[in-house]
């Protein structure tokens, strides 16, 4: 069964400092993988997708994301956070028609 | 611009009460998805649709109903409302399959008591 992991329910980080959120997907086949953010109180608006070619993917509001085939992880990072950045951020696997996602990392961005 | 919508945005139901959750899209999705969300458990998905007239179950289907009338319109509906069933529920749209980005909704907030 497919599964995704993120590997950080709770990512503290201070305004301006950089940030890395883990993610580790299982599909052994051909993937598709995508970030998502959710702020407060909203619904989960796209970050960035993976779905071929360059595997350092670029999105919006300075995230960026790489894919590695020979680790499974589909990583996002900024190299530096605003506080406008506190949200929840989920990975999402696609294979196929089915969809997975992994079970959220909250990031708080402290002062 | 509306992409998807949800109403109600709150609800309170009492336990064995029924109720139905509208999700409406704008954007001429074929797929449209229902999912809920509880604490450290990601969003887990209910029931999907792959076009006006089809649905199917997802990850956890039990104690909801779903009908797709209308291309845009995803309903769900709870038969006989449990406090299990306390959540945050959202509707998705897409376009296509897997490699296509999900449009989400803001959400319903549901208690049970």
């Given amino acids: ?111 | 611009n509306a992409g998807v919508t949800q109403t109600p945005k709150f609800r309170v139901l009492k336990t064995g009460q029924s109720m139905t959750l509208l999700c409406a899209q704008d954007m001429n999705h074929e797929y449209m998805y229902w999912y809920r969300q509880d604490p450290g458990m990601g969003l887990r998905l209910i029931h999907y649709s792959v076009g006006e007239g089809t649905t199917a179950k997802g990850e956890v289907p039990d104690g909801y109903n779903v009908s797709r009338l209308k291309k845009q319109n995803f309903l769900l509906g709870l038969e006989s409302a449990a406090p299990s069933q306390t959540s945050v529920y959202f509707c998705a749209s897409s376009y296509g399959a897997g490699n296509q980005p999900q449009h989400f909704g803001d959400g319903t907030r549901l208690s049970i008591l």
């Fill in chain 1, 1 to 111: 069964a497919q599964s995704v992991t993120q590997l950080d329910s709770q990512v503290p980080v201070f305004e301006e400092a950089p940030v890395e959120l883990r993610c580790n997907y299982s599909s052994s086949v051909s993937v598709y993988l995508f970030w998502y953010v959710q702020y407060p109180n909203q619904g989960l608006q796209l970050l960035l997708k993976y779905l071929s070619g360059s595997t350092l993917v670029k999105g919006i509001n300075g995230f960026e994301a790489e894919f590695n085939k020979s680790q499974t992880s589909f990583h996002l990072r900024k190299p530096s956070v605003h506080i406008s950045d506190t949200a929840e951020y989920f990975c999402r696997e696609a294979a196929g028609n089915k969809l997975t996602f992994g079970g959220g990392t909250r990031v708080l961005v402290k002062p």
